[in-house]
Nanobody, 124 residues
Framework: QVQLVESGGGLVQAGDSLRLSCVAS????????MGWFRQAPGKEREFVAG????????NYADSVKGRFTISRDNAKNTAYLQMNSLKPEDTGVYYC?????????????????WGQGTQVTVSS
């Protein structure tokens, strides 16, 4: 069992940057593949980025490639999502997710644990 707590969301203007953090409980963080998803009002939850438990592979949605970077610090039990050049369409609730081992897949159904979410609002 792992508990995830996101932070770092906020209200920013288009073109600004934010860094989201996801702190995981427990001693086995290094065995979890981590993912970031987001959900805009009236839309389904969508994959944003993922990082394999080994840290050797990352995966991004086409809409954020070149702007967002996912990383992890196993010593701090923390996953990060650095978001640059934010756009109004990046607005939504951002969720951190985890699955033990496995690939950084794009399907929410593959992840077993979820945080409560953090709101990101980008104004134009």
């Amino acid at each position: 069992q792992v508990q995830l707590v996101e932070s770092g969301g906020g209200l920013v203007q288009a073109g600004d940057s934010l860094r989201l953090s996801c702190v995981a409980s427990g001693r086995t963080f290094s065995t979890y593949t981590m993912g970031w998803f987001r959900q805009a009002p009236g839309k389904e939850r969508e994959f944003v980025a993922g990082i394999r438990w080994t840290g050797s592979f990352t995966n991004y949605a086409d809409s954020v490639k070149g702007r967002f970077t996912i990383s992890r610090d196993n010593a701090k039990n923390t996953a990060y999502l650095q978001m640059n050049s934010l756009k109004p369409e990046d607005t939504g609730v951002y969720y951190c997710a985890a699955r033990m081992f496995g690939g950084a897949t794009m399907s929410a159904a593959d992840y077993n644990y979820w945080g409560q979410g953090t709101q990101v609002t980008v104004s134009s």
